[in-house]
């Protein structure tokens, strides 16, 4: 719940790839085909009342710290590491590596050695440094390779990089974590939740510096297709946090996405618990 000095927390050590065997994405691709093909995967994703049924009360104590103390002994490890996701509640608690574009890292762990599981990488196009320097968007990715289906697990330590990441589909996953910390070298910094969504590959949500006009349709077309209505005011003058990871939630088709949007903390803001609502006619994927 916070520990500053902790290491990758409650997860495999992924740190070390040698004993993984290489496989190709497509390799991957068929792999998580194969699984579908054996699972009843849900065309709509569901409430999923019983898994969310032990959440929904916000407690301030477990937001805790930022693992902002743990990008500079990681750095030593890997010039690329350039900050620190954590989200409370979840085991993602990984350092943010950049490569040169944004397949780099795709197959690749921390050791930059092949990893089925791989990183939390940012896009390659993001700017890094203090809140003002930083992206409009600063967009990250992460393999889900565990909890893809339309009804999540919550919790299962099983999921890791971004496997817990579609815990934030049930509503009241998201009103006890409604906080997010993603933090550069240059600056500790805590982000509000305004959007949880799946979407198809087409929207470009993905766009790192898309000019005023250009973040304020990536704002209003992610909270006009987020499962829940957060009370969470957000507008183009914000810095957004944009969390990327693959689903299957409405099929097969790999062109899906599951996202996690986040405002950064303006100052003077404190840490409080937020309205969230069911958000009775989201947009759903075109796919």
């Known amino acids: 719940t916070g520990n500053e000095g902790t290491d990758i927390a409650d997860a495999p050590d992924i740190s070390s790839s040698a004993s993984v065997t290489a496989l190709s994405g497509q390799r991957l691709e068929t792999i998580l085909a194969n699984r579908l093909s054996a699972e009843n995967v849900a065309t709509t994703p569901g409430s999923g009342s019983d898994i969310d049924a032990n959440w929904g009360t916000f407690d301030a104590s477990t937001v805790g710290g930022t693992g902002w103390s743990n990008i500079a002994s990681w750095k030593a490890r890997n010039s690329d590491v350039v900050g620190w996701l954590r989200i409370p509640n979840t085991n993602i608690n990984y350092p943010v590596v950049v490569g040169p574009n944004n397949n780099y890292y795709t197959s690749l762990g921390y050791d930059k050695n092949y990893s089925y599981y791989g990183v939390i990488w940012a896009d390659s196009d993001t700017k890094f440094g203090t809140s003002s320097q930083i992206s409009q968007n600063t967009v990250l990715y992460g393999h889900n390779w565990t909890n ?47 959007a949880v969504f799946y979407t198809e590959e087409s929207f470009n949500y993905i766009a790192s510096d898309p000019g005023t006009s250009g973040l304020q349709y990536i704002i209003n077309e992610a909270k006009a ?11 183009a003058s914000d810095k957004i946090l944009t969390l990327s990871t693959c689903t299957r939630a409405y099929g097969q088709t790999n062109q899906q996405r599951f996202v996690v949007m986040a405002r950064l903390m303006r ?21």
């Open 148 to 194: 893809y289906t339309a009804t999540p697990f919550i919790g299962r330590a099983a999921d890791i990089m971004f496997g817990q990441l579609p815990s934030f589909h049930y509503i009241n996953f998201c009103r006890s974590t409604p906080y997010i910390h993603y933090s550069t070298e240059a600056q500790s910094m805590t982000w509000k939740v305004f």
């Open 225 to 235: 297709r987020s499962l829940h209505d957060f009370n969470v005011d957000v507008n």
């Open 267 to 287: 100052p003077g803001e404190t840490i409080s618990e937020v309205s969230i609502t069911p958000n009775p006619d989201f947009k759903r994927p075109q796919l």
